[in-house]
């Protein structure tokens, strides 16, 4: 059974930091692209950030590009998201995703974790 666990989100001030994870099982981590994406009560899901096998390529939504960071350790099965300089309109549950092949919305995601929720204060 595939699962993605998600941590890390919290409160944070606005121009603050936070690194988001996402620990994978059940599936062949590093035959995965895994990525990010987040919802904002309201709205509709928005993809952010996708890496490839062995974190070869990436691709950021452009209203993420320069200040988040994806990554991922294959040694450890997981996916980071690193976010700087947080905004207000960060806000959202983030969810962590899985799929075959790099991917830049949600139609060839696998399997998505159960979310985050980052919260910035301004």
């Known amino acids: 059974q595939v699962q993605l666990v998600e941590s890390g989100g919290g409160l944070v001030q606005a121009g603050g930091s936070l690194r988001l994870s996402c620990a994978a099982s059940g599936l062949p981590f590093h035959n995965y692209a895994m990525g990010w994406f987040r919802q904002a009560p309201g709205k509709e899901r928005e993809f952010l950030a996708t890496i490839g096998w062995s974190g070869g390529a990436t691709y950021y939504a452009g209203s993420v590009s320069g200040r988040f960071t994806i990554s991922r350790d294959d040694s450890k099965n997981t996916v980071y998201l690193q976010m700087n300089s947080l905004k207000p309109e960060d806000t959202a549950v983030y969810y962590c995703?899985?799929?075959?092949?790099?991917?830049?919305?949600?139609?060839?995601?696998?399997?998505w974790g159960q979310g985050t929720q980052v919260t910035v204060s301004s």
């Open positions: 995703a899985a799929a075959p092949s790099l991917f830049r919305d949600d139609r060839p995601v696998t399997a």
